[in-house]
T-cell receptor, first 114, second 112 residues
Framework: EPEVTQTPSHQVTQMGQEVILRCVPI?????FYWYRQILGQKVEFLVS????????KSEIFDDQFSVERPDGSNFTLKIRSTKLEDSAMYFC????????????FGPGTRLLVL | SQQGEEDPQALSIQEGENATMNCSYK?????LQWYRQNSGRGLVHLIL?????REKHSGRLRVTLDTSKKSSSLLITASRAADTASYFC????????????FGQGTRLTINP
């Protein structure tokens, strides 16, 4: 069964460093998302992406964040200058056609900012 | 906000018993989805119920939706130790937004 994959599974970085989190959505999906979950808290929406552009973003998704679909398979989240409070589990999700509502999540990348 | 809230926050039952978790939300929705998360792992989609549906079944799972009360329940019948996980409801709104808004989750523990 097709699944969303994410790399790396864990990343440790120093405050102020740039990180890129990578996702490979399910191959025929058209809608892509990033969510995050701070330890012990609820899952929060960051951004949605469709037709090569951001379709919606949350207040969390400020100028330090960016997303890109550099080729036909990868979907990346970049944090330009990480802060301690960026430490969280980051989930990528994808969805098929508009009529297919289910969002399929990847296993997540655990980011720790020191 | 469209925030979903689950209750109880934690539930501990014996294997074989049924587990019921509830979710409430605040605004109109297009659909409501339930996810499961094993400790520190990813989110596994369980079931989706649309706003015009009242009940849905999938194996040992039964989901109900009451849009007048803005609430949903997830019933797991004949629970197993492997059902131990956190369960989240997530709502998708009606105003063009595609994002899911998650609740805090219910931590379910099945005791053997």
């Amino acid at each position: 069964e097709p699944e969303v994959t994410q790399t790396p599974s864990h990343q440790v970085t120093q405050m102020g460093q740039e990180v890129i989190l990578r996702c490979v959505p399910i191959s025929n999906h058209l809608y892509f998302y990033w969510y995050r979950q701070i330890l012990g808290q609820k899952v929060e929406f960051l951004v949605s992406f469709y037709n090569n552009e951001i379709s919606e973003k949350s207040e969390i998704f400020d100028d330090q964040f960016s997303v890109e679909r550099p080729d036909g398979s990868n979907f990346t989240l970049k944090i330009r200058s990480t802060k301690l409070e960026d430490s969280a589990m980051y989930f990528c999700a994808s969805r098929g056609l508009a009529a297919q509502e289910t969002q399929y999540f990847g296993p997540g990348t655990r980011l720790l900012v020191l | 906000s469209q925030q979903g809230e689950e209750d109880p926050q934690a539930l501990s039952i014996q294997e074989g018993e049924n587990a019921t978790m509830n979710c409430s939300y605040k605004t109109s929705i297009n659909n409501l989805q339930w996810y499961r998360q094993n400790s520190g792992r990813g989110l596994v989609h369980l079931i989706l119920i649309r706003s015009n549906e009242r009940e849905k079944h999938s194996g040992r799972l039964r989901v109900t939706l009451d849009t007048s009360k803005k609430s949903s329940s997830l019933l797991i019948t004949a629970s197993r130790a492997a059902d131990t996980a956190s369960y989240f409801c997530a709502t998708r709104g009606t105003q063009g937004a595609q994002k899911l808004v998650f609740g805090q989750g219910t931590r379910l523990t099945i005791n053997p």
